[in-house]
């Protein structure tokens, strides 16, 4: 069976939010939207998001890392968000296994959202309905586009191609092939949710650093200092220019 998904490589993804205001700008006015903002920029911030970024600082300093980790709706081949849905408006499509909310069923009881395990359903405040990725599923079939283009919004935007989309159950795709030889993994296979979308790890690299760049870190000058410098009586460009 298809089972389209995203595969997301961490050891790439720059955290420059490309995809989170592509999928915002395209999703809102397509199929899917809106999605409100009622407090975009404020100390508490409140909107409605099918992507984010979230980023965090691992390692003890001087040795840190930055580590950017995109999340959406992971489209599990066992959805826990589908069974507990009251009306029936969280379902799975047969045909190529993207998990979808019916806007018109949704009662925003919010039971997806705490069976989602991953923090994947918002409620958009202005609808009062469940929202998630989509996967551009109003995009990626689009016989108008160029097929170059069909798909999500967040993979054409990603600077980086950080961000691949396909079949994760043709193991002939281009996905397929990435997760085996980059050694891709699931988030949270405990679960038992079987997301669709992988993510493939950061590669480690050894890290060098030496005394005199923690100096510089602390004091700048104090590296230049040891470099010659003009003896105090000595004209300088700004005793012989007019500027």
């Known amino acids: 069976m298809k089972q389209l998904a995203l595969v997301i490589d961490l050891n790439v993804c720059v955290g420059c939010h490309a995809c989170v205001t592509s999928c915002k700008e395209w999703n809102t006015s397509g199929t899917a939207g809106s999605m409100s903002d009622f407090n975009p920029y404020e100390e508490d911030p409140t909107g409605t998001f099918f992507n984010r970024v979230q980023t965090f600082e691992i390692g003890t300093y001087p040795k840190t890392e930055t580590v950017h980790f995109p999340k959406s709706c992971l489209h599990c081949e066992e959805p826990p968000c589908v069974p507990v849905c009251p009306t029936g408006a969280s379902y799975k499509r047969e045909e190529d296994g993207i998990v979808l909310v019916d806007y018109d069923k949704c009662i925003g009881c919010k039971y997806c959202s705490w069976a989602c395990p991953y923090g994947a359903r918002e409620l958009d405040e202005s609808q009062k309905v469940m929202k998630k990725c989509t996967l551009c599923v109003d995009r990626i079939y689009d016989q108008t586009l160029p097929e170059s283009e069909r798909k999500p919004a967040c993979v054409l935007a990603c600077p980086t191609s950080a961000r691949l989309f396909g079949d994760v159950k043709d193991p002939d795709s281009n996905v397929s092939i990435t997760i085996r030889e980059n050694g891709g993994y699931q988030l949270m296979p405990e679960w038992g949710t079987k997301p669709a979308n ?14 005199d760049e923690l100096t510089r870190v602390d004091n700048p000058l104090n590296k230049e200092r040891q470099l010659p410098m ?9 005793d012989i220019m007019s500027w």
């Open 198 to 211: 992988h993510y493939l790890p950061r590669r480690k690299t050894k890290m060098t650093i030496h005394k």
């Open 230 to 238: 003009p003896d105090s009586d000595e004209q300088t460009l700004d």
